[in-house]
């Protein structure tokens, strides 16, 4: 058994056009909310959070009802279709009400930006689980944590096609000095993007029979189904794996609130302990950023070979160690240096060790008919936790002090391991090789 690294690829085109999005999202709509429309940071900090608080609900809801749908053309495809040809519509009117706006500003306006907007998240959430959803739907169980690599490696390139045409477009020489600028141009490159990548994914994956085609392998492996029948030809997880699918939950919460609590705050972090700007900050989250780029298709390779649970363990000890030298290297140096880079590309490499393997583990627990919706389930996790640890994290650096923040990683990364020793369940059985079958996954 060998993965299909190029129907992999296609099938991360999904991926790259959700990452190209988020990532003008969290780019340019606060600067449209503060600059154009001059809302105060509360104000625009509660309306970016919004994606997040859909998330919530929106994406194990739509993960569920992608299970359930049945149509000629697939049951996650309706969904990534409507959705994203729904967000390329609404995206675009985001820009035109806000250079009619800056021509002539009126709170219908404002309304009426705040409402397309909640339209465009909702847009974003009905194709999101299904979209993410497509990769375990066609790829056999033991290979999913090498599929789940190529996914986020495919994420990345989305963010980086995106930034290297924001670079482009509005390069500083172009916008400083100006009281406006237009991001329509911007805005119609990012949906020509989203359009090419779905529509290659819709004419060169042809999901039904994919789909089939995976189904047939796993009835070959019934071992590989977790799920009991009941006696009544209805399947349920058994008690121990819905244990275990309750610690893993709770440990993918306790790493993001560990992790997304240095992201959130680092640059201003790093600018009230350490007097360091905007520039030094950033390079060192672009270089944990790179390391888990380059990361992530090694460490694939390497949860085949040990497993996923020890590949996350290993991942969560360095994670809660490099967050730990943090605080160390921040009390006793007052710039940024090259001790601090490579601690944060080990940073980077240890998510990507934990960040390949938790989803795969995940849906791994369910039968095939529930992929959808433990999706949502992942997500559930992580959205909570992302909305919880930036309010968290920053009421205890204003009432402690702002040191806390690599104190407070590490521990949550570290209870994540306590929770993450106790999943039982969802690693993929590793077979050793011998002869000629030992380079079979080296084929395409």
Request: net charge positive.
């Amino acid at each position: 058994m060998k993965l299909n690294y190029k129907r992999t690829f296609l099938v991360g085109l999904a991926f790259l056009s959700i990452s190209a999005f988020w990532q003008m999202y969290d780019n340019v709509i606060p600067l449209i909310l503060t600059n154009t429309f001059h809302l105060n940071e509360t104000f625009s900090g509660a309306i970016m959070a919004g994606d997040n608080i859909l998330a919530l609900f929106l994406l194990p809801i739509f993960g569920s009802i992608s299970d359930k749908k049945e149509t000629k053309i697939g049951k996650r495809m309706p969904f990534i279709l409507f959705g994203t040809g729904l967000a390329i519509i609404l995206m675009n009117i985001l820009p035109i009400i806000d250079n009619s706006y800056y021509a002539k500003a009126s709170t219908f306006k404002v309304i009426s930006f705040v409402a397309v907007l909640g339209l465009l998240l909702i847009a974003m959430g009905i194709y999101r689980s299904p979209a993410v959803a497509l990769m375990p739907d066609v790829t056999p169980k033991p290979l999913r944590s090498k599929a789940n690599a190529i996914i986020n490696l495919m994420g990345a390139v989305g963010g980086i096609i995106y930034l290297a045409v924001a670079a482009i477009l509005y390069p500083n020489s172009k916008t400083v000095g100006l009281d406006h600028v237009n991001y329509q141009i911007l805005f119609i490159v990012v949906s020509a993007i989203m359009f090419i990548a779905i529509g290659s994914l819709f004419i060169f994956i042809k999901e039904p029979a994919l789909v089939e085609e995976n189904k047939a392998l796993e009835e070959k492996h019934p071992e590989w189904n977790l799920a009991q029948d009941d006696g009544q030809g209805n399947e349920k997880l058994p008690k121990d794996v819905k244990k275990s699918l309750g610690f893993l939950l709770a440990s993918i919460a306790l790493w993001f609130i560990g992790y997304n609590a240095v992201t959130t705050w680092f640059t201003t972090y790093v600018s009230v302990v350490m007097g360091q700007g905007l520039g030094g900050a950033s390079t060192c989250l672009l270089v944990a950023t790179a390391g888990a780029i380059v990361s992530y298709i090694p460490i694939g390779n390497l949860a085949s070979k040990i497993g996923r649970k020890k590949t996350i363990l290993m991942g969560v000890i360095l994670l809660a160690t490099m967050f730990a030298a943090g605080f160390v290297l921040t009390s006793i140096y007052d710039s940024i240096n090259v001790i601090m880079y490579i601690s944060f590309a080990l940073v980077g490499l240890a998510w990507a060790a934990i960040n390949v393997n938790s989803l795969p583990m995940v849906v791994e627990m369910c039968k095939g008919s529930d992929i959808g919706k433990f999706t949502g389930y992942y997500y559930t996790a992580s959205m909570a936790a992302q909305i919880v640890t930036p309010v968290l994290a920053g009421t205890l650096m204003r009432l402690i002090s702002y040191k806390i923040l690599f104190i407070y990683a590490a521990v949550f990364v570290l209870l994540a391991f306590v929770t993450m020793s106790n999943v039982k369940h969802g690693d993929q059985k590793v077979e050793a090789k011998q002869g000629l079958s030992a380079y079979e996954d080296m084929g395409d």
